[in-house]
């Protein structure tokens, strides 16, 4: 991501921060990990390992300035309401850390 004040070792703690703001926006009921694969739905299901590393961010910040989750929405919630309030609450919260960002990609995998 190009910003001067990212570096690689500071994407993991805002991709957290941007989950965090995610889960708080009304509609969202889940946030799906990036590319999911049987065999790790699986392994989140077993008790943890502490020497397992942990699961990679729900919300993936490429080099490319591309910020992408995907997201459940909840049934009452209107779905592409819930995707623009996730969108823009991301670009703001990006742009007020000076962040760069070249698309935000919201997709809805379900409602729940």
């Known amino acids: 991501m190009t910003s001067p004040d990212l570096d690689d070792d500071a994407l993991p703690t805002l991709a957290l921060e941007l989950e965090a ?3 708080g926006i009304p509609g969202v009921a889940h946030i799906y990990q990036p590319r999911a694969t049987l065999p790790a739905l699986l392994a ?7 020497t397992t590393p942990p699961p990679p961010p729900r919300v993936e ?7 992408a989750l995907t997201i459940a929405t909840d049934a009452d919630s209107i779905s592409p309401d819930v995707a623009h309030r996730v969108h823009d609450a991301l670009l703001e919260r990006l742009g007020r850390a000076g962040t760069a960002v070249t698309r935000v990609d ?4 379900r409602v729940d």
């Open 21 to 23: 703001l995610v889960e």
């Open 44 to 50: 989140a299901r077993l008790t943890p390992d502490p």
């Open 61 to 67: 910040i490429g080099d490319d300035g591309v910020v």
């Open 106 to 109: 919201v997709r809805i995998a």
